[in-house]
């Protein structure tokens, strides 16, 4: 998860997307202090040739502005905040509250992204019991998986710059969302119940 916020935070900085970053720890407290003391220009400079070729350009630009008194354009980069958080009971609101979810494919992390129609990012999977988990998020199209956190910065990104293919995705997670099958469960474990005491009458009736 380290990996995949700081390739997150370097990707929409340099493709000048203004995000928030909410990165749910649950009680791993070591990556939660991590976060909260990490030096994110550091992961800009350190990160990739490209972020240091870019800040070497600025500098240049800046250089040549303050000689000419012109102003050149350069690429904007984006405003992102990192929001570190430890275990939260209110997910869903989070979940309502974004564009896009980063997950390991558990059942009902996937199950409650669907139910609010959120696209879903895909970064690993228990071998066994979540694999097919995958396949809902791919057959559904509303999702990717990937395991390379620079491969799924540059996808997330790709999303949050095209508000038609966010859109699409959204609409395709709430068609496979089911935001009742609770109650809908509760409804017909109660129908069968009812169902069961019912002959179960009628058998001593006719006994």
């Not at 400079?45 to 240091?52: C, G, P, T, V």
Request: proline share 2%; with cysteine; net charge neutral.
């Amino acid at each position: 998860m380290s990996d995949i916020v700081n390739a997150l935070y370097k990707t929409l900085v340099q493709r000048g997307i203004d995000s928030t970053l909410l990165v749910v720890c649950g009680r791993n407290e070591k990556l939660r202090k991590q976060l909260r003391t990490r030096n994110w220009d550091d992961v800009l400079i350190n990160s990739s040739r490209k972020a240091r070729s870019y800040n070497l350009v600025k500098r240049c630009i800046a250089t040549l502005n303050s000689r000419t008194g012109a102003s050149h354009q350069h690429h904007q980069q984006g405003k992102v905040k990192v929001v570190d958080l430890g275990f939260v009971n209110d997910m869903a609101e989070y979940m309502v509250a974004a564009d896009v979810l980063v997950s390991k494919a558990g059942p009902g992390t996937i199950a409650e992204a669907a139910a609010v129609g959120l696209p879903v990012m895909l970064s690993s999977f228990l071998p066994g019991q979540e694999a097919g988990n995958v396949d809902i998020v791919l057959d559904g199209k509303f999702g990717a998986f990937c395991k390379n956190p620079n491969r799924i910065a540059n996808q997330v990104a790709s999303w949050l710059e095209d508000d038609n293919l966010l859109d699409t995705l959204s609409r395709n997670s709430m068609k496979e969302g089911h935001p009742s099958a609770a109650a809908d469960i509760v409804r017909e474990i109660g129908e069968a119940t009812q169902a069961c005491i019912a002959f179960n009458q009628q058998q001593q009736l006719h006994s």
